[in-house]
């Protein structure tokens, strides 16, 4: 036997000074003094986008949810600003070419490079403490059934703060996005057992030890004392482990609050927890403690030698009188249950591993705090105490005796945040765990930019023209090669798509031109594929579509004629406009045909024996040409388009860019197809943006509804006349309110972009580096001339010749294949 007891430690240890017990159910911790604690991971909306009114609005439901709650209840607000050093590795990303990956490259280079990163993250921890249990059972058991008089009263006390907590939970869910903190299992491999994981317990121990790492349960998860792992080191200078701890107590607060006043707090580029306590008082409580208050008042109200002789001089203490009338206010709001009043304990807690650092960071939020009217304080020999109060679940240490309502509560604690986006790709029909379209380093609180909202992607993005509406619409179609088989088609205008569809090895093709970048004449023959009744029906259709366009009323007769023809070309091996022309038997179809065949203007394009158009991962169509030609020849081209693009979509990753979406929304065929797009292209896994300078075509296209529905992610550019008259209403109609619409009105133009979606809306700077403007900004006359010039004399090679004019020959270490 070896003698173990010199090895054991009885005396008191870190471990007995939390107060966790077990975990009794589902994300439910019990307390070494019988309380329950739950936790939730919440987001509040964000406080730049809001109004004074809508702030407003948050507070008042938010204080009338906790005015609910009474003896025996505690919440726990917690704001914990951590650094964010991540970005999407290079092994997750799935970049085909070497110029989107490079562009990446620079862009992971410049957030790395770029040091003082920090997001917040939200947690909400309610404890209730049941109250003694009664020997008396006549008035429990009066309406009880059997299974009921037969529980034990801890199974009474959990499912009565299950049933609680679940009403609180639906009641916030309705002001604010909320999580419960749960257990989870996860599958074994290899024949092991199912492993548990609880969310609440594992925030516990990043409170105590700012480690935040998932633990696993035991098999009975009692005696939790054991998640402290951590040495305590009492004193002046507390150390947890190798750090010291800082903690910075709010002790003094302003004569009256406003929802938000902390909110500064939430910018710094610091890590720590703001922790926000509340221990609620019942309705006769409060009135006692603040009648205590108001006789103390009262007392100075007079001189003490005329309270002592019954006398009244001139001498009176007007403090004293207002303090009176204010604990009086107080008492009738106590009485009217419109509010509720309890303790309110705030620190900020800090951890360093050096004494002088800690110390200047806790200056920093010390300072930040005094400036917006509020007393702090560096805990020194009260700082153990002061960072065991802020633990969850914590009721005794640290109880600071002021009285504070649950109004000016719901003013105090974090509510609001800085959206920093979802940190992986929303999208279900993505692989797991895929990584965001973009991440960008704007500010302190990075941001991560995804289109989709669930599996809708579709977006709008407005601007007045030269706001950097084709720098965003191309670098959105870089970033989105990062998906395995990703496929992208764009609808351009201006060739501004031209130098990255080029350097990706995309197809761009010249709509109406002569002949394709690539030197190709480009060709259509849409009868080709008529194989399926789908096929054949749409061919009749785009037939009927042409001889409409002729001014030709389709009778019945003639939709028979154009459908037996098809019938007959399926079988045949012509496929050409022309093979149909001469075969249908109606002179007025053949007339009105005659403008699309080789005999007519548009023969080049349309009457070809075999289609030269293959689509490939990414393809860009240039409309401006097409354009010029009338609505009667850019009709049939782009509903052709659309058809084939639409055979493509078989489930993978695939982005439909339409820039210049007015030539679109301007035409009935085509505002019917964008509004059948919204609605059902999701199921293909396919994501339609839309752009559009003219703020008056999306007016009067008459799908303004379906757009504002169907597109859940708005991207709005920066527009100095968006508070106009006119312009104004736009805004509100697609659910701006009057901050957003001053966001937008005072953003910086080319730099700062603005995105409102249900997940919530930020102001962002896309930070572009010298590599991604070469091939997504390169959009001038002289820039496009020069890249021609450059493709043409050396191929697929020619982006690293453009980045040597431009003078950033040393980007070539970017690329993998040089």
Same mark, same amino acid.
């Given at each position: ?127 209730? +403490? ?11 058991? @009066? ?36 999580? %419960?903190?749960?257990? #989870? ?58 750090? *010291? ?34 221990? *609620? ?8 403690? &603040? ?75 010390? +300072? ?21 109060? $802020? ?17 000016? &509560? ?6 609001? $945040? ?61 970033? *989105? ?83 037996? #023809? ?11 406009? $022309? ?46 040409? &097409? ?20 055979? %493509? ?13 007015? &030539? ?10 964008? +509004? ?5 292209? %999701? ?50 109609? @697609?659910?701006?309110?009057?901050? #957003? ?20 809306? +930020? ?29 043409? #004399? ?6 690293? %010749? ?17």
């Amino acid at each position: 036997m070896v003698a173990l007891r010199s090895f054991r430690h009885s005396g008191p240890s870190f471990s007995d000074l939390v107060p966790y017990a077990g975990l009794v159910s589902n994300g439910i911790i019990l307390l070494k003094d019988g309380s329950l604690m739950a936790g939730w991971y919440f987001a509040g909306p964000d406080s730049e986008s809001s109004t004074n009114a809508e702030r407003n609005e948050v507070s008042r439901q938010i204080n009338m949810i906790l005015s609910r709650l009474g003896s025996g209840w505690m919440i726990q607000v917690e704001a914990v600003r951590v650094p964010t050093t991540d970005y999407p590795a290079d092994a997750d990303c799935h970049f085909p070419d070497p110029v989107t990956r490079a562009i990446d490259a620079e862009r992971r280079a410049h957030f790395r490079r770029e040091r003082g990163h920090f997001e917040s993250r939200h947690a909400l921890i309610l404890t209730y +403490r049941p109250p003694e249990r009664r020997h008396t059972r006549l008035t429990r058991y @009066i309406y009880s059934d059997a299974e009921s008089r037969s529980a034990s009263y801890a199974d009474l006390a959990l499912q009565s703060f299950e049933t609680s907590i679940r009403e609180v939970e639906q009641y916030l869910g309705n002001v604010i996005s909320i999580r %419960r903190m749960v257990t #989870q299992e996860v599958e074994g491999r290899g024949g092991f057992r199912t492993a548990r994981y609880d969310e609440l317990f594992q925030f516990v121990r990043f409170c105590i030890t700012a480690e935040n790492h998932p633990i696993r349960l035991p098999d009975i998860p009692m005696y939790l004392d054991w998640l402290v792992t951590a040495e305590l080191q009492h004193g002046l200078a507390p150390k947890i482990e190798n750090r *010291f701890l800082g903690v910075v107590a709010i002790d003094g607060l302003p004569a009256e609050s406003w929802p938000g006043i902390l909110n500064s707090l939430d910018l710094m580029p610091l890590t720590y927890r703001w922790s926000s306590r509340f221990v *609620f008082l019942d309705e006769q409580e409060a009135r006692a403690k &603040l009648e205590r208050t108001r006789k103390k008042w009262q007392q100075k109200v007079r001189p003490f030698f005329d309270q002592l002789f019954q006398t009244q001089s001139r001498s009176v203490d007007q403090d004293a009188m207002l303090m009176v009338a204010e604990t009086e206010d107080a008492i009738a709001e106590a009485s009217s249950q419109l509010v509720a009043y309890g303790y309110y304990t705030p620190v900020i807690v800090l951890f360093d591993e050096k004494s002088a650092r800690l110390h200047e960071k806790c200056e920093a939020v010390r +300072r930040l705090i005094q400036a917006e009217g509020f007393g702090a304080r560096i805990e020194t020999l009260n700082a153990t105490d002061a960072f065991l109060g $802020s633990l969850p679940g914590n009721w005794y240490a640290n109880i600071r005796e002021p009285l504070v309502n649950t109004r000016n &509560l719901a003013d105090l604690i974090p509510l609001n $945040s800085v959206w920093s986006g979802s940190p992986t790709a929303p999208c279900p029909f993505y692989s797991p765990s895929s990584p965001p379209l973009m991440q960008v380093a704007s500010g302190s609180t990075p941001f991560r930019l995804n289109l989709h909202v669930d599996d809708v992607g579709h977006t709008l993005v407005f601007g007045p023209t030269g706001s950097g509406k084709s720098t965003l619409l191309a670098l959105i179609a870089a970033q *989105f090669r990062r998906y395995a088989d990703a496929q992208i088609f764009a609808f351009d205008k201006g060739r501004s798509m031209l130098p990255l569809t080029l350097a990706a090895g995309g197809a761009h093709y010249e709509i109406g031109g002569e002949t394709d970048r690539e030197g190709r004449a480009l060709a259509f023959c849409p009868l080709s594929d008529l194989s399926t009744n789908t096929d054949r029906a749409w061919a009749t259709e785009w037939v009927e579509t042409l001889v409409a366009l002729q001014g030709v009323t389709i009778k019945p007769d003639d939709r028979n004629a154009i459908s037996r #023809q098809i019938g007959l070309m399926a079988e045949a091996r012509g496929r050409s406009l $022309s093979d149909f022309v001469s075969g249908v038997q109606m002179r007025e179809i053949k007339e009105a045909l005659h403008h699309y065949t080789v005999d007519g203007p548009m023969g080049q394009l349309l009457d070809a024996e075999a289609d030269g158009l293959a689509l490939g991962a990414l393809q860009t169509f240039e409309l401006e040409e &097409l354009m010029n030609m009338g609505e009667r020849n850019l009709v049939p081209v782009l509903t052709y388009l659309f058809r084939r693009i639409e055979k %493509r979509l078989t489930g993978a990753p695939s982005l439909i860019i339409l820039d210049e979406a007015w &030539l679109m929304l301007g035409h009935p065929a085509f505002r019917d197809k964008i +509004r059948e797009w919204l609605k059902v292209l %999701r199921k293909a896994n396919c994501a339609v943006v839309l752009a559009t300078q003219s703020i008056s075509d999306a007016e009067r296209s008459g799908i303004i509804d379906v757009l504002k529905e169907s597109c859940p992610t708005k991207i709005c550019l920066p527009n100095g006349a968006a508070r106009e008259a006119g312009t104004r209403e736009f805004y509100e109609r @697609i659910g701006f309110n009057e901050r #957003q619409i001053e966001i937008v009105a005072t953003a910086l133009p080319k730099r700062e972009y603005y995105v409102a979606s249900p997940e919530g809306r +930020r102001l962002f700077d896309m930070a572009l580096g010298p590599i991604a403007l070469s091939f997504v900004g390169a959009s001038g006359k002289d820039d496009l001339k020069q890249i021609r010039a450059l493709y043409s #004399q050396h191929g697929p090679g020619w982006p690293l %010749r453009w980045l040597e004019q431009r003078g950033i020959g040393h980007a070539v270490t970017y690329f993998p294949i040089v």
